[in-house]
Nanobody, 129 residues
Framework: QVQLVESGGGLVQAGGSLRLSCAAS????????MGWFRQAPGKEREFVAA????????YYADSVKGRFTISRDNAKNTVYLQMNSLKPEDTAVYYC??????????????????????WGQGTQVTVSS
């Protein structure tokens, strides 16, 4: 069982930056692929970014590519989402998710919420214009 706790959300003006953190419990964090998703009011949850267990390949939604960066520190059991050049359309609740290791390749499914086994409670990000 893995518990995820997000932090770092808040209110920021357009063009500003925020860094979200997701702290994970458990000693097997380094073996989990991690993802960030977001959900705006009235919309479905959408993929934002993902990173493999070894901090190797990273993946991004087209809408955030070049502005957001996902990273992880396995020694601290933490994954980060650095968000720069924020836009009002980035406003949403941001969720951290973890995928337990399995033989199925991560590269083809990282954008699907169903690919992840554990979820945090979310942190609100509001970008004002």
């Amino acid at each position: 069982q893995v518990q995820l706790v997000e932090s770092g959300g808040g209110l920021v003006q357009a063009g500003g930056s925020l860094r979200l953190s997701c702290a994970a419990s458990g000693r097997t964090f380094s073996s989990y692929a991690m993802g960030w998703f977001r959900q705006a009011p009235g919309k479905e949850r959408e993929f934002v970014a993902a990173i493999t267990s070894t901090a190797g390949p990273t993946y991004y939604a087209d809408s955030v590519k070049g502005r957001f960066t996902i990273s992880r520190d396995n020694a601290k059991n933490t994954v980060y989402l650095q968000m720069n050049s924020l836009k009002p359309e980035d406003t949403a609740v941001y969720y951290c998710a973890a995928r337990a290791p399995r033989r199925t390749s991560f590269s083809g499914i990282y954008a699907s919420p169903s690919a992840y086994d554990y979820w945090g409670q979310g942190t609100q990000v509001t970008v004002s214009s």
